[in-house]
T-cell receptor
Framework: SQTIHQWPATLVQPVGSPLSLECTVE??????LYWYRQAAGRGLQLLFY??????ISSEVPQNLSASRPQDRQFILSSKKLLLSDSGFYLC????????????FGNGTRLTVT | AQSVTQPDIHITVSEGASLELRCNYS??????LFWYVQSPGQGLQLLLK??????LVQGIKGFEAEFKRSQSSFNLRKPSVHWSDAAEYFC????????????FGKGTTLSVSS
């Protein structure tokens, strides 16, 4: 069966520090991968999605970036965190076909201080 | 542009009472619709999905949802709520094309009173 791993679960970082959140999927190949951010009362905001290695689509311009160095690995990064980057970050995957639902990881709670 | 509206930010229901969470969508093509549930500090779990066919779909944990094209709605229902149903619920709409991500509503928080 397929599983998705996301880490770390919680992270406290100072303003201006770099960020690296990692997500891996097991048990499937060529998944579509997604990064969402969830802020209180604002639902889920799609940040990036990827349909293949090295293929990244950005939905919201900001100081975050994403990379997909391997088929089942998706990384969310920042060179310098802002206070506004605080939130709950969720990685998700779906099979690389049509209308399949997303399957989510357990999320990373990021607090920028 | 595609959008999903969940009109109710917070709902409180007595345990054992029925539940209906509202969801309205705006989408140019035939939508694919989903309901997810999120417990505090956790990821999202898929409750049910609608792609085509029967407009009343059954999901896990005793939930069901009805797709009404004329009203652009996909409301979630449960006949008898349990205290463990307290969580945040998200409606989402998707496109047919591979790689297109889901668009989520802002969520409805469900509280269950005893």
């Amino acid at each position: 069966s397929q599983t998705i791993h996301q880490w770390p679960a919680t992270l406290v970082q100072p303003v201006g520090s770099p960020l690296s959140l990692e997500c891996t999927v097991e048990g499937t190949s060529n998944p579509n991968l997604y990064w969402y951010r969830q802020a209180a009362g604002r639902g889920l905001q799609l940040l990036f999605y990827s349909v293949g290695i090295g293929q990244i689509s950005s939905e919201v311009p900001q100081n975050l970036s994403a990379s997909r160095p391997q088929d089942r690995q998706f990384i969310l990064s920042s060179k310098k965190l802002l206070l506004s980057d605080s939130g709950f970050y969720l990685c998700a995957w779906s099979p690389g076909i049509g209308n399949s639902p997303l399957h989510f990881g357990n999320g990373t709670r990021l607090t920028v201080t | 542009a595609q959008s999903v509206t969940q009109p109710d930010i917070h709902i409180t229901v007595s345990e054992g009472a029925s539940l209906e969470l509202r969801c309205n969508y705006s989408y140019g093509a035939t939508p694919y619709l989903f309901w997810y549930v999120q417990s505090p500090g956790q990821g999202l779990q898929l409750l049910l999905k609608y792609f085509s066919g029967d407009t009343l779909v059954q999901g896990i944990k005793g939930f069901e949802a009805e797709f009404k094209r004329s009203q652009s709605s996909f409301n979630l229902r449960k006949p008898s709520v349990h205290w463990s149903d307290a969580a945040e619920y998200f409606c989402a709409v998707g496109a047919y094309q591979a790689g297109t991500a889901l668009i989520f509503g802002k969520g409805t928080t469900l509280s269950v009173s005893s």
